[in-house]
């Protein structure tokens, strides 16, 4: 029999394209370029599966019309909101995604973020580099503690518990958090994290703040003008969940009128697009989407995707099946 045609839209870690190979009629992506509209299209009107990543934007326009040859589309990557569900479960589409593997790892970012913000690294690598450091001396950049602090978690789900972790237990941070869907009791005790009713009774008492909520509809601008105004005015935010989930523009006001502390983003509404605004600030840090980017993590993500497909073409239900 035939093996199945997947389409890989960007480069993948060499394990893993070669896991694909070994299995698919694979077409993958050695020069790296994201994959346009009509590509995409023509990945799924010519392909059993395609393979997209965060930066292709599976849309109705996408999925939509005639033709659709492909039954699934095998995403790397934990988050989903860059494609339509609706459209693609239209279209006849099962989709996966890739939980659990990267959760470390994001976290991982999440503490860096936090810790560099609040202790000016960012901005102490540049003085170095530009070697305009002219020496110790006690005043100089002196920025705020970490230890012992409130860190308040948007949405308590696997990478937020395992930030909670490393925060709680590395750090000897309280933990509060809001989550409309939260976790069982015992999962709360173990990090000693208390439950806020609201989301804004989190932004009001946190040091930390730290967004773990899915991006998309429902949470776009969820942390507007309004709510970045409850922050306490030493407090500072943290985004490796998804750039659309805070006002962009919001958030700049807030800094540039020292309404907070600082902010440490890894994720950006239109990224790779960064608001030049914010690569003026020193009180801001910033990093390229890196929150799953080891290479073990992203390895186990590819393996991920190839065990998904491997159980749909063999009839079976794969793992993580999203819709
Ligand atoms: C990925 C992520 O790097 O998994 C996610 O949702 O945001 C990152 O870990 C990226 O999305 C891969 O598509």
């Not at 479960?89 to 989709?95: C, D, M, S, T």
């Given at each position: 029999m035939a093996k199945p045609r997947i389409v890989v839209t960007r480069r993948w870690p060499a394990q893993v394209e070669s896991a694909l190979t070994e299995r698919y009629d694979a077409t993958l992506n050695d020069s790296d370029t994201p994959l346009s509209v009509e590509e995409l299209q023509a990945a799924l009107r010519s392909a059993d599966a395609v393979c997209p990543t965060v930066c292709d934007r599976i849309s109705a326009e996408v999925l939509g019309g005639s033709g659709v040859k492909?039954?699934?589309?095998?995403?790397?990557?934990?988050?989903?909101?860059?494609?339509?569900?609706?459209?693609?479960?239209?279209?006849?589409?099962?989709?996966?995604?890739?939980?659990?593997?990267?959760?470390?790892?994001?976290?991982?970012?999440?503490?860096?973020?936090?810790?560099?913000?609040?202790?000016?690294?960012?901005?102490?690598?540049?003085?170095?580099?530009?070697?305009?450091?002219?020496?110790?001396?006690?005043?100089?950049?002196?920025?705020?503690?970490?230890?012992?602090?409130?860190?308040?978690?948007?949405?308590?789900?696997?990478?937020?518990?395992?930030?909670?972790?490393?925060?709680?237990?590395?750090?000897?941070?309280?933990?509060?958090?809001?989550?409309?869907?939260?976790?069982?009791?015992?999962?709360?005790?173990?990090?000693?994290?208390?439950?806020?009713?609201?989301?804004?009774?989190?932004l009001r008492d946190a040091?930390?703040?730290?967004?773990?909520?899915?991006?998309?509809?429902?949470?776009?601008?969820?942390?507007?003008?309004e709510r970045i105004g409850l922050m306490k005015r030493s407090a500072y935010l943290v985004n490796t969940a998804r750039g659309d989930v805070v006002d962009a523009q919001a958030l700049i006001g807030a800094l540039q009128d020292h309404r907070i502390a600082g902010a440490g983003l890894d994720v950006y509404e239109g990224e790779p697009a960064v608001p030049a605004a914010l690569l003026e600030m020193d009180n801001v840090v910033l990093l390229p989407h890196l929150g799953s980017a080891s290479l073990e993590t992203r390895v186990a993500m590819g393996m991920r995707v190839v065990a998904n497909l491997d159980a749909f073409f063999a009839g079976r239900e794969p793992r993580d099946r999203v819709v």
């Amino acid at each position: 029999m035939a093996k199945p045609r997947i389409v890989v839209t960007r480069r993948w870690p060499a394990q893993v394209e070669s896991a694909l190979t070994e299995r698919y009629d694979a077409t993958l992506n050695d020069s790296d370029t994201p994959l346009s509209v009509e590509e995409l299209q023509a990945a799924l009107r010519s392909a059993d599966a395609v393979c997209p990543t965060v930066c292709d934007r599976i849309s109705a326009e996408v999925l939509g019309g005639s033709g659709v040859k492909a039954r699934i589309l095998g995403n790397f990557g934990v988050g989903y909101n860059h494609i339509d569900l609706e459209a693609a479960k239209k279209a006849g589409l099962v989709v996966t995604n890739t939980p659990e593997v990267l959760t470390d790892c994001t976290a991982d970012i999440a503490m860096t973020l936090m810790l560099m913000v609040a202790r000016r690294a960012g901005e102490g690598e540049r003085h170095v580099r530009s070697k305009a450091w002219s020496g110790w001396r006690p005043t100089h950049m002196m920025g705020t503690k970490v230890t012992g602090k409130v860190l308040g978690l948007i949405g308590f789900g696997r990478i937020a518990q395992a930030m909670a972790r490393k925060a709680h237990f590395g750090f000897g941070m309280k933990i509060i958090f809001h989550d409309p869907f939260p976790p069982a009791g015992e999962i709360c005790n173990a990090v000693g994290a208390v439950r806020c009713d609201s989301l804004d009774e989190v932004l009001r008492d946190a040091d930390f703040v730290s967004l773990h909520c899915p991006g998309g509809k429902e949470t776009y601008h969820l942390l507007n003008a309004e709510r970045i105004g409850l922050m306490k005015r030493s407090a500072y935010l943290v985004n490796t969940a998804r750039g659309d989930v805070v006002d962009a523009q919001a958030l700049i006001g807030a800094l540039q009128d020292h309404r907070i502390a600082g902010a440490g983003l890894d994720v950006y509404e239109g990224e790779p697009a960064v608001p030049a605004a914010l690569l003026e600030m020193d009180n801001v840090v910033l990093l390229p989407h890196l929150g799953s980017a080891s290479l073990e993590t992203r390895v186990a993500m590819g393996m991920r995707v190839v065990a998904n497909l491997d159980a749909f073409f063999a009839g079976r239900e794969p793992r993580d099946r999203v819709v």
